[in-house]
């Protein structure tokens, strides 16, 4: 059931999209360990990490804080639970557990030391209301460390591909229209300080590449976003076959001899005042 907090997750819980979902965290995982141990997450921290999905960020968190550390992860949907709960018992991690609840309505069980997210608030309807409640959670010196995602870059980067930039179109669109704000990442200046929190720091990084595996992560999107588009009533007739759209994608950027992005993540973060 949808929370009045939290939008439906307009990429949807299909197989396929878990998959796209570990796929993608692979590639971003150099990225957001970096961005965690600049915030200062580090060994014998405990960690709540919001909006955890199939577990990657609290996987990638459990070699931070190491096992004398703790990783709590929140997560509303019980597929995705299941899933992450199954891939951390098969890495034998014991430091990481999962809670099943809506991010407005999760109880703490005691302080942490850090609280963190990647590509959550810009699916919750009141991120200032999310970030007040968790700095009280968090210890005074701990850390708000949050990741998401700007839309503006990755549209103009992809401007000098048609069918690529026609992509990218929709899928702002179906995203907007979603209720999904796809400049988040952005607004994280401005969402801290609404929520009482410092002026946080923030960096904006982009994933670049042209190799096949890179290039199918934006046709692996269309195809997870592709019924909500339909119920949405956006035009599909820009993208021509949508059963070589995957190969059409990565010939135009092969063709064109050139890199491509993919959203940008901007990361924001800051201490609980002492």
């Known amino acids: 059931m949808k929370s009045e907090g939290q939008l439906e997750y307009h990429l949807g819980y299909s197989d396929a999209e878990y998959e796209r979902l570990i796929r993608q965290a692979t590639r971003l995982a150099p990225v957001t360990e970096h961005f965690f141990q600049e915030a200062g997450i580090g060994p014998g921290q ?3 990490d ?54 407005a309505q999760f109880k703490s069980d005691g302080p942490f030391n850090a609280a963190v997210g990647r590509y ?18 968090v210890s005074p010196g701990g850390i708000i460390a ?28 179906a995203a ?38 890179y290039t199918r992560w934006l046709s692996d999107s269309i195809a997870s976003t592709l019924p909500r588009i339909e119920q949405l009533g956006l035009s ?3 993208l021509g076959d949508l059963q070589t759209l995957q190969e059409r994608l990565h010939e135009e950027v092969a063709h064109s001899n050139t890199v491509v992005p993919w959203i940008a993540l901007v990361g924001a973060w800051c201490r609980i005042p002492k």
């Open 176 to 213: 907007a229209r979603s209720g999904v704000n796809v400049e988040m990442g952005p607004a994280l200046h401005k969402v801290f300080q609404d929520a009482g929190l410092p002026v946080p720091k923030m960096r904006l990084v982009m994933e670049m590449g042209y190799e096949p595996e």
């Open 236 to 238: 599909l007739e820009a």
């Open 50 to 103: 919001i909006g955890s999905g199939a577990g990657d960020v609290a996987m990638l968190l459990s070699r931070l804080v190491g096992p004398s550390g703790e990783v709590v992860g929140v997560e509303r949907e019980a597929r995705s639970i299941e899933r992450a709960q199954m891939r951390v018992a098969q890495e034998g991690i014991r430091n990481v557990r999962f809670v099943q609840a809506d991010i």
């Open 120 to 137: 959550v608030l810009q699916f919750i309807q009141d991120p200032v209301l999310v970030l007040r409640s968790l700095s009280s959670i």
């Open 146 to 173: 949050f990741q998401e995602g700007s839309f503006a870059p990755y549209l103009t980067l992809s401007a000098h591909l048609p069918l690529r930039s026609a992509c990218v179109s929709l899928q702002r669109e």
């Open 46 to 48: 405990r960690v709540l």
